[in-house]
């Protein structure tokens, strides 16, 4: 199960959530965020990537199911939002899509904060090679996986190999 959906203890919780690509990851991130109370969306999107200097407006979706979402462009901006929302109680999703370096957010996160949850956002429209390439570059520190497009697979057979060949991450969200 994974953390940000406990009901057992009322601390907040930091779920970072990891692709590579354009793959639903935010569609499924505002999905959790609206069924949670409490909960900031952190946009983190390094300074070398092409749409870091376009700030975002508050969606229209954002403002429908009242998603606090803010974004960030550096680690040290990153911790900074955390901490604020953990003071404030909320609990943290971090949109993270990697170029590449992801092992040294992850470690940095996880020596600031005490839970630190990681899943790999995958996509079932993509193909099987696709997402075993992205599964195993961020699996060593992963602890799940979300699946998105659902609604428009072609081929359920490359989830069921998927959920095979890494018993260790679970389908955490769907």
Do not use: W
């Not at 109370?37 to 092409?50: A, F, G, P, R, S």
């Not at 799940?144 to 697979?153: A, E, I, Q, R």
């Amino acid at each position: 199960m994974p953390s940000f959906s406990k009901v057992e203890d009322n601390n907040p919780t930091i779920t970072l959530v990891v692709s590579e690509t354009s793959n639903g990851q935010t569609t499924m991130i505002n999905k959790i965020a609206s069924l949670k109370e409490n909960i900031k969306v952190i946009d983190y999107h390094e300074k070398n990537q092409l749409n870091s200097n376009i700030e975002k407006s508050v969606s229209m979706a954002d403002s429908i199911l009242g998603i606090n979402r803010v974004s960030g462009h550096s680690i040290s901006e990153l911790i900074s939002n955390i901490k604020e929302s953990i003071r404030e109680g909320e609990s943290v999703i971090i949109d993270y899509r990697s170029n590449g370096n992801s092992e040294q957010v992850i470690d940095s996160l996880k020596r600031c904060f005490e839970k630190v949850e990681v899943l790999i956002s995958i996509s079932s429209i993509h193909t099987e090679l696709y997402n075993k390439s992205v599964i195993n570059k961020h699996r060593k520190s992963a602890n799940g996986m979300l699946v998105s497009h659902l609604d428009l697979c072609t081929n359920y057979g490359h989830l069921f190999n998927l959920s095979y060949f890494y018993e260790d991450l679970p389908y955490m969200f769907f």
